[in-house]
């Protein structure tokens, strides 16, 4: 049996755009770009040969273009973890729900995600503007904690190594307490 979304879960503008984004589901390419900034929507988008469609509401903005060849949709985030919680949920929506039966879809449609923007770091060898591409990244924020198979998409060994190399007894002790060992001082 489908899982079927309510209007209480699932939003659906008048003009059958998803609430936050304002975009409809035929507008999402399954390759998207993330970005903090709408600023950099333009930039991106600048590259495309063509603009199928572009809307902004607050601080989401998204294009949809085709870059050689390629169709692709660059989505502005904003500033948080609670904006990416957002921005994700209503990607999957417009990607996986039937906004005129508010049911599931019936095949799975997976999004490749790619997130470009500014960063900190932990090494002072590391010139202001590099470019870096990581490998692997740690959600201290908590946001995965709200979801259920937290632990499953993570690196736990990376995590637990890191919260014990820096000493730390933040919220990851709530869920790692099998793993950890006590920070030495």
């Known amino acids: 049996m489908k899982k079927y979304f309510p209007s209480s879960e699932l939003i659906i ?14 507008w999402l ?3 998207v770009i993330l970005v903090g900034d709408p600023g950099r929507v333009a930039l991106v988008a600048s590259h495309f040969e063509n603009k199928e469609c572009e809307v902004e509401s607050r601080e989401f903005k998204t294009v949809t273009g085709t870059y050689k060849g390629k169709r692709i949709t660059v989505v502005s ?4 973890c609670d904006n990416i919680d957002i921005v994700m949920n209503e990607l999957d929506a417009l990607a996986n729900i039937n906004f005129e039966t508010r049911e599931e879809k019936d095949e799975f449609r997976q999004l490749e ?9 932990l090494q002072p060898n590391t010139p202001v503007g590099t470019f870096i591409c990581s490998q692997k990244s740690i959600g201290f924020d908590g946001l995965l904690n709200f979801y259920a198979g937290r632990n499953a998409v993570c690196d736990l060994p990376f995590e637990c190594a890191f919260i014990n190399h820096m000493g ?3 919220n990851m002790w709530l869920r790692l307490p099998m793993l950890l060992t006590p920070a030495k001082n």
């Open 29 to 31: 390419a399954d390759k």
């Open 13 to 26: 503008n008048e003009d059958g755009s998803v609430f936050h984004l304002h975009v409809k589901p035929e």
């Open 168 to 170: 730390w007894s933040g």
């Open 113 to 121: 995600l790619v997130r470009i923007g500014t960063c900190g770091g």
């Open 77 to 80: 985030t904003g500033i948080g």
